[in-house]
């Protein structure tokens, strides 16, 4: 089972920063928080991923709270292309696992 | 120059039938990965496979078999397909197996369709 919770969907503005947030209260020391999403009709794609700090690179950035029990990207000027379900993953360590997807937030930009 | 490729992109049969669906990837990953995303769009891991070591989800049926011939190749093989195998598989790959800062690379994914 997914160890995250996100809201189903959200809505944003074109051109306007987008901000998905994410609950991960049972997240232990040595998982990081990963962040995946996916447009319709394709496979997923990794966005971001961070452990304690907060990320940012050329897609979004991470904002992890201090307690890491929850966390939030934010993409700066959301486009249409945007448009995707969005995946926030905590990561299981061990092994050559898999990534362990939860429902995810239905990100819907209006133009 | 695509990254994690799938064959075929469609593939409609009748229940009973033998297929197979093939993954290749051109990142020098050691790490492949099989995925199933169900008509309610839940993606569920089917298998992961690290230098010969293969690492089976538990809720899989043993009609599911992967067989990589190569590090770059995973393929999926399904027998005796059913009703319930519909759904759209998606390929993955990653640089180390297991290790936690290590992303996932997807393929396009392969639309199932059993009759």
């Known amino acids: 089972d997914a160890k995250t919770t996100q809201p189903p969907s959200m809505d944003c503005a074109e051109g306007r920063a987008a901000n998905l947030p994410c609950n991960h209260s049972t997240i232990s020391g040595n998982e990081y928080v990963y962040w995946y999403r996916q447009i319709h009709s394709q496979g997923p794609q990794y966005i971001i991923h961070g452990l304690k700090n907060n990320e940012t690179n050329e897609m979004a950035s991470l904002i992890i709270t201090e307690d890491r029990k929850s966390s939030t990207l934010i993409l700066p000027h959301a486009t249409l292309r945007d448009t995707a379900v969005y995946y926030c993953i905590v990561r299981e360590g061990g092994g050559a696992d898999g990534l362990t997807f939860g429902k995810g937030t239905h990100l819907i930009i209006q133009p | 120059d695509t990254a994690v490729s799938q064959t075929p992109k469609y593939l409609v049969t009748q229940m009973g039938n033998d297929k197979s669906i093939k993954c290749e990837q051109n990142l020098g990953h050691d790490t492949m990965y099989w995925y199933k995303q169900d008509s309610k769009k839940f993606l569920k891991i089917m298998f992961s496979y690290n230098n010969k070591e293969l690492i089976i989800n538990e809720t899989v049926p043993n009609r599911f078999s992967p067989k990589s011939p190569d590090k770059a190749h995973l393929n999926l093989h399904i027998n005796s397909l059913e009703l319930g195998d519909s759904a759209v598989y998606f390929c993955?790959?990653?640089?180390?197996?297991?290790?936690?800062?290590?992303?996932?690379?997807f393929g396009p994914g392969t639309r199932l369709t059993v009759l």
């Open positions: 993955a790959s990653s640089p180390r197996g297991g290790v936690s800062t290590d992303t996932q690379y």
